[in-house]
């Protein structure tokens, strides 16, 4: 029988198929969430999976598609940390540049309400659209997005468009979506 595990090993190294899932960032998304919970969470099989805007919306589609229909209604997912969703925080990063209401030499808002200021930006118009795609045939839209443990450095290391000393800016952080129901 130990013979039989260290053949089946070997094999799996050989094969190749260790190192490749060892070595590589294909992920596979995982949602954790049951029909009794009223929320979700999208994570990746793997530490350091990345995903990108199409896979987000697919990944959260399918499961909706196969949630039973006397489910528990939904209130909420949590996503983990934005730089696992390459596209959030580049956008987030991209916007506090933008933005007259931050300050790139502090790395701060100027209200001294980062937070408040960062979660608007996920909430605008066109980034709230973004994140309620895969909600669109169901009954729940995105209602707001929190954040926590925000993180800020310098915008060269987010953005491959600046050089060092571009000012400062968030680009990662926990994120919580709150939903709601849809209006008809």
């Not at 960032?25 to 979700?40: E, V």
């Not at 199409?54 to 489910?71: C, D, G, H, V």
């Not at 994140?131 to 915008?155: C, G, H, M, Q, W």
Request: aromatic share 12%.
């Amino acid at each position: 029988m130990p013979v039989f595990f260290v053949t089946l090993g070997v094999w799996y190294l050989i094969s190749g198929s260790g190192f490749n899932h060892w070595n590589s960032n294909q992920c596979s998304p995982i949602i954790d969430g049951s029909p009794t919970a009223s929320g979700f969470r999208l994570r990746g099989q793997e530490l350091g999976c990345t995903f990108d805007e199409a896979n987000y919306r697919t990944s959260i589609q399918k499961w909706l598609s196969k949630r039973p229909i006397n489910a528990t209604p939904l209130e909420g997912m949590y996503l983990g940390r934005a730089i696992n969703y390459p596209w959030i925080s580049k956008y987030l990063a991209r916007t506090a540049i933008q933005s007259k209401d931050w300050d790139l030499e502090k790395g701060t808002s100027h209200d001294g309400h980062p937070y408040r200021l960062i979660e608007s930006f996920l909430i605008d118009q066109e980034f709230r659209h973004r994140l309620d795609a895969p909600f669109a045939d169901t009954p729940y839209t995105v209602n707001r997005v929190s954040v926590e443990k925000v993180l800020i450095d310098d915008a060269s290391m987010v953005l491959d468009q600046y050089k060092r000393g571009a000012g400062k800016v968030p680009y990662d952080a926990l994120l919580w979506v709150d939903l709601i129901e849809r209006q008809k």
